[in-house]
């Protein structure tokens, strides 16, 4: 990746590029421990459009930014004409005569492809409801600082909704040679279309993708375990519903009795605990998933570093 590119799907990225920016988050991860400045900007501005709301995306890259050495400017739907219908395409060239790259969180994936078409600084998707790239790159961070450098062959079992989260799993364990593994309910599989391409990127990179409705089954041999929410946010009417179709397809002790020694359990929180997860496991990984947690803002800092 260099200046000026941008960043909106993993699947874009060729394997050395997803490997540039994993080395880098862990230099600048490295150096924010140590206290040494990871100041590499110069007074840029990133403009975040929150058209759906966060915790730790707001916070990580307002903190990620100011600690580059530039500046946040937070914008939310009702602070744009977006909210009253200006096209997505004027406030792309509006933003880009003041702001040196463009950050959004939304919920329909072509509202990012739109804005990084008309826009003329780098455009980062930090999620739409087909995707969350900074979250899944995050997560290959939290995986090699547990399992070290040589993912090559781990296995990383996704359990629930064939979401957002799994789509970008299963791109990033595509591109980095993993053997990606996903149970859920009938009906509830990943995006066929993702499958597909991250079938073709596992080809090259020596990993697999399997998608399987027997959460036992899709957790055998597991190194690493992953799971969400039931209900995505924009879902909250199907709350209900989701907690019975999902039932069976909880993170839990029994299935990870069938792992490789030694698993560890990620989750990209909020997490509702003896639901997708049980507070047993989710304490004994707590290290874990909040390291994961904060390596958002460390990878966050490389991705801006690197385009922008």
Request: aromatic content about 8%; hydrophobic content about 40%.
């Amino acid at each position: 990746m260099k200046k000026g590119d941008d960043f909106i799907s993993i699947h874009d990225l060729s394997t050395e590029e997803v490997w540039q920016l994993l080395d880098l988050a862990a230099d600048l991860k490295q150096k924010a421990k140590s206290r040494h400045s990871s100041s590499l900007f110069t007074r840029q501005n990133l403009g975040l459009i929150f058209e759906k709301a966060s915790t730790r995306t707001r916070v990580s890259f307002e903190t990620g930014i100011y600690q580059l050495g530039g500046q946040g400017l937070f914008l939310s739907g009702r602070d744009l004409q977006i909210g009253r219908g200006e096209p997505i395409k004027d406030t792309a060239r509006v933003l880009s005569r003041y702001v040196d790259g463009i950050m959004i969180r939304t919920f329909a994936h072509d509202t990012v492809l739109e804005l990084a078409e008309y826009a003329s600084v780098p455009v980062i998707n930090a999620l739409t409801d087909l995707l969350h790239p900074c979250q899944a790159m995050a997560d290959m961070m939290t995986a090699i600082e547990y399992k070290g450098k040589d993912l090559k062959g781990k296995k990383l079992t996704f359990i629930g909704d064939g979401n957002n989260m799994a789509h970008s799993l299963m791109f990033a364990c595509a591109k980095l040679g993993l053997n990606f593994a996903f149970a859920g309910p009938k009906g509830y599989e990943p995006n066929p279309d993702i499958i597909a391409k991250a079938e073709a990127d596992a080809k090259q990179s020596g990993g697999s993708v399997e998608i399987l409705n027997d959460p036992m089954a899709a957790a055998k041999n597991a190194d690493i375990f992953y799971t969400d929410v039931f209900a995505s946010m924009g879902q909250e009417s199907e709350y209900e519903e989701r907690l019975q179709i999902f039932k069976g397809f909880q993170v839990n002790s029994q299935l990870l009795s069938v792992a490789n020694t030694d698993p560890i359990v990620m989750h990209c929180l909020p997490a509702h605990r003896e639901e997708e997860i049980t507070d047993e496991v989710f304490e004994a990984q707590a290290n874990v998933i909040f390291d994961e947690a904060e390596n958002r803002l460390h990878m966050q800092k490389a991705i801006m570093a690197t385009i922008m």
